[in-house]
Structure formats: C-alpha cells, structure tokens
C-alpha cells in the first residue's frame, strides 16, 4: 500500500457519459499529479495540483477537468467519454518541495473502460 | 528537460545483478536522475534519485558517470518479482512534469 488511495478500482461506461475518478494523497503530501496511461500512449502526464492550486497542465483534453479540495483528495472528471479513453488512470502524490528532487508516490490506478 | 535513452528490453538471471543503463547526455547542472518501475498495470513505483554522486537504498544502486551524461541503475540480486519496466527519468530540481518514455522492459528468469 502506498498511502494513495485512488476510488474507483474498475469502471465500465459508456460513449458520451461522464465518470470522475477520486484520489487521496499520501498524508503529509501537498501536490496532487493525474497520468493516463494508455496501450498506445504510455504515461502521459495529465495535471498537477498543489494545496488546491493548479500548477501544472500537460496533454488534458478540454473535456477532462481536475480540481484539488481543502482537504487536499482530487477528483478528475471525464466527460463526453470516446472508445480512446479507455485507459488507467494513476494519481500520484509528493511533498512537492519547489526546489531539490521531488519524488512522487503513486496509487493503484483507476482502469476506465468505454463501450 | 533532458532526454534519456535506454535499451528496449533486457534479461538477467535470478540472484544475478541486473545492470540497467541509460544515457542522458543532455543533461543540465541543476538535472536529477530519477529511477522508477512499473510492474505489469500496477502503479509506478520509485526506486531511487540522484544528482551527482552515486546513491544507494534498500532497493538499489544508482551509479552516475563523473560527466554525469550516462547513469547504471544497480539491482544487486535480481529476482523474479523485480520483473518490470524501468524508467530512467531527468529532472529539474523542484520540477514537477515527470515524463516518462519507453523505458527498459527488465525479465528475471530462472
């Protein structure tokens, strides 16, 4: 167990609905980062979040949106869902110094399947 | 950030050290070296980090070229369960966009 916690594990939906995938960071842990993780893809880096703030955008479709609540979990809501957002979803979480290494921890995964 | 390459794919006996390789010869002053695996669909997992000097943990051995333009990730006594996709990653210090490529897909054999 590595401390963050990712809601839920297996989600089967289909094309056009909305899903929103939770995560728990580790305790301690200010920043918030969202990858999808695709056959084709690999690790992409989605968004980052830290103390509520965005700080961080990579490859997020318009139709994907995150956001960090005060007490720090994050929600990542897909919407208008397409058969190539079939994918697994990691959060990760790090202390997220503004200097030196950050180190990010990250969670189960979140395995979106889209009929 | 700076660019790494690493083989695609590479094999290693059980009890055996697995040596992992990745060249980042782009590599800036402020770069850390990050090592994380991924086992099959689980989520990645750190390994080890360094920026200058060689590093070791309970996991592995970090070894950095003096040049720091190439870098050995050490697996002292390889097993089975260390059977993954390694990622040799360069980063700014305080950076926070970790990208990952292709990274090396590490078999422990019998």
């Known amino acids: 167990d590595s401390g963050v916690t990712q809601t839920p594990k297996h989600l089967i939906t289909a094309t056009g609905q909305r899903v929103t995938l939770r995560c728990s960071p580790r305790s301690g842990d200010l920043s918030v980062y969202w990858y999808q993780q695709s056959l084709d893809q690999g690790l992409q880096f989605l968004i980052q979040y830290y103390n509520g703030e965005e700080r961080a955008k990579g490859n997020i479709l318009e139709r994907f949106s995150a956001q960090q609540f005060p007490d720090l979990h994050s929600e990542l809501n897909l919407s208008s869902l397409e058969l190539g957002d079939s994918a697994l979803y990691f959060c990760?979480?790090?202390?997220?110094?503004?200097?030196?290494?950050?180190?990010?921890?990250f969670g189960a995964g979140s395995r979106l399947t889209v009929l | 950030d700076a660019k790494t390459t690493q083989p695609p794919s590479m094999d290693c006996a059980e009890g055996r050290a697995a040596n992992l390789p990745c060249n980042h010869s782009t590599i800036s002053g402020n770069e850390y070296v990050y090592w994380y695996r991924q086992i099959h669909s689980q989520g990645p997992q750190y390994i080890i980090h360094?920026?200058?000097n060689n590093e070791t943990n309970e996991m592995a051995s970090l070894i950095i070229t003096e040049d720091r333009k190439s870098s050995t990730l050490i697996l002292p006594h390889a097993t089975l369960r260390d059977t993954a996709v390694y990622y040799c990653i360069v980063l700014t210090g305080g950076g926070n966009k970790l990208t990952f490529g292709t990274g090396t897909q590490l078999k422990v054999e019998l």
């Open positions: 360094g920026l200058k």
């Open positions: 990760a979480s790090s202390a997220r110094g503004f200097s030196g290494a950050n180190v990010l921890t």
